[in-house]
C-alpha cells in the first residue's frame, strides 16, 4: 500500500478506535463536564445501534475504501471484529456476544448518566 494511503488508512482507523472508546467510557467525561453528554449521548445512541441491529459504521467502508483505492485488500467483516475481535475474543464474535456487547455499553452509560444527573440536581 502506498505511504498516502497507510496514512489515510491510519487516520481513519484512529478516528474509529477513538470513537469506540468515546462510545464506550465517553459518559464518564460528563461526570466532570455535564455538557459533554450533548455529544456523547448520540455517539452512544449511534454505537449502540451498530451493535445491537447490525448496523454498519459509515467509517468501515471509508476504510475499506481507501485500503482498495492504495492496493491493499478490503475486510469484508465490522470494524470491531475486523481489530478487536482478534484481542477480546479467541473465538468468532457471535451475534449473540455483539448484542451483549452493547447491551453492556448501555447500561454502563445508563448508570454514568444515572450519576450525572444525580450530581447535577444537588
Request: net charge positive; glycine share 6%.
Amino acid at each position: 500500500m502506498e505511504s498516502s494511503a497507510r496514512v489515510l488508512v491510519t487516520l481513519v482507523v484512529l478516528v474509529h478506535m477513538a470513537f469506540v472508546v468515546f462510545v464506550v467510557a465517553g459518559g464518564v467525561l460528563a461526570l466532570r463536564w455535564p455538557r459533554v453528554a450533548w455529544v456523547h449521548l448520540p455517539a452512544a445512541l449511534w454505537g449502540a445501534m451498530i451493535a445491537l441491529a447490525g448496523f454498519i459504521c459509515p467509517l468501515t467502508p471509508l476504510e475499506n475504501w481507501l485500503r482498495v483505492r492504495g492496493g491493499a485488500s478490503a475486510y469484508d467483516t465490522g470494524f470491531l471484529e475486523h481489530y478487536l475481535l482478534p484481542i477480546l475474543y479467541p473465538a468468532a464474535l457471535t451475534r449473540d456476544v455483539q448484542v451483549a456487547t452493547g447491551i453492556f455499553v448501555v447500561l454502563m452509560n445508563a448508570l454514568v448518566y444515572w450519576r450525572v444527573l444525580r450530581e447535577t440536581r444537588c
